[in-house]
């Protein structure tokens, strides 16, 4: 009965921090008016469903869908300091899709997801190529890390030699939730067939955690399941920044605090982590909407505050 305390706990966290979300702002709102913005016609409605109940959605969408792909990539590599962001799917993701948004400014923006896809996809192969599959940890961290920065200077790049069109990437690039509605909600539903995907490999990303032979002397195709699950994590990433933004560090923290909490058993911590994520994000939005208002902070800033200092403590941790 004592592991489910965990999930207990978290899952009260997340529903605290989903009425925080709701009550607190630029403007803070009391539990009746909060009710009273479900109600067409009230003074809160505009407030609460198209404000800040879209936002709050859109933020347990995005920090479930970033924690678990990180979570992944961690049960492919068996890569302590693996996530998508430091190995530079993000930002490969991030700069396909500026790309997209300075030289296609006319084109539809539902067709920014497949673009970030296409570019993290591409990230992904890239550092696949120069570290190969059976490289050490900190050459997988250094050299995505290198890559990241890489096609972050790149997206600097192009906004100075393009300084007209940045307006959007601008906006975008900030990795926040502010401005985000149903519309990026809506684009973000078909993505979520990934979970349930990602869920399914549970049992084999055990099987491959007891090491790669072992996990072929129980019937596991390795490499056909790095290449699902890999392509998961790089699809999840991409339609989450696609609609926010690079928001850093989260699918390198989230997986760690979830395997810390519920152990390493996936069947577990998946779930586990998309929670923590969640938890994650919701936190980091509601402390940027609140610690200045008018004035609002990105999220990605916020989650870089507490990804950092421990992704440099896993670094020297790790041998």
């Known amino acids: 009965m004592s592991r489910y305390i965990p999930f207990f706990i978290i899952s009260v966290l997340l529903i605290s921090?989903?009425?925080a979300n709701l009550l607190f702002g630029a403007i803070s709102l009391s539990l009746h008016d909060v009710l009273r913005g479900f109600q067409p016609g009230s003074d809160s409605y505009f407030t609460i469903h198209e404000y800040r109940l879209p936002r709050t959605l859109l933020a347990i969408l995005v920090g479930a869908m970033l924690a678990l792909a990180?979570?992944?990539?961690?049960?492919?590599?068996?890569?302590?300091?693996?996530?998508p962001d430091i190995?530079?799917?993000?930002?490969?993701?991030?700069?396909?899709?500026?790309?997209?948004m300075i030289y296609f400014p006319h084109s539809s923006i539902s067709w920014l997801p497949a673009v970030a896809l296409a570019g993290g996809l591409c990230a992904a192969l890239i550092l696949w190529w120069l570290c190969g599959h059976r490289s050490s940890t900190i050459k997988l961290a250094i050299t995505g890390v290198a890559l990241a920065t890489f096609y972050a200077s790149t997206v600097d790049f192009l906004m100075l030699i393009k300084p007209l069109?940045?307006?959007?990437?601008?906006?975008?690039l900030t990795g926040s939730l502010w401005g985000r509605s149903w519309p990026q909600i809506t684009m973000l539903l078909p993505w979520l067939v990934l979970i349930p995907c990602a869920l399914y490999l549970a049992k084999p990303l055990n099987l491959l955690h007891l090491g790669e032979d072992?996990?072929?002397?129980?019937g596991a195709r390795v490499n056909l399941l790095r290449l699902i699950a890999l392509a998961v994590a790089v699809a999840l990433t991409a339609a989450a920044v696609s609609i926010c933004g690079p928001i850093s560090f989260l699918g390198l923290v989230a997986p760690h605090l979830a395997r810390k909490l519920?152990?390493?058993?996936?069947?577990?911590?998946?779930?586990?982590?998309?929670?923590?994520?969640?938890?994650?994000?919701?936190?980091?939005?509601?402390?940027a909407r609140t610690?200045?208002?008018p004035i609002e902070l990105p999220a990605g800033i916020m989650t870089a505050v507490l990804g950092a200092p421990y992704f440099l403590w896993l670094l020297i941790r790790t041998k």
């Open 87 to 100: 190995l530079g799917v993000s930002h490969g993701a991030g700069l396909a899709a500026v790309v997209y």
């Open 291 to 293: 610690i200045d208002p």
């Open 262 to 287: 519920f152990g390493g058993r996936h069947q577990a911590l998946l779930p586990a982590t998309m929670l923590v994520g969640a938890v994650l994000l919701l936190m980091a939005d509601l402390v």
């Open 214 to 218: 072992s996990a072929v002397s129980l």
């Open 165 to 172: 069109e940045i307006n959007n990437a601008l906006l975008w």
């Open 17 to 19: 921090l989903v009425i």
């Open 70 to 83: 990180g979570a992944l990539v961690q049960g492919v590599i068996r890569n302590p300091l693996a996530s």
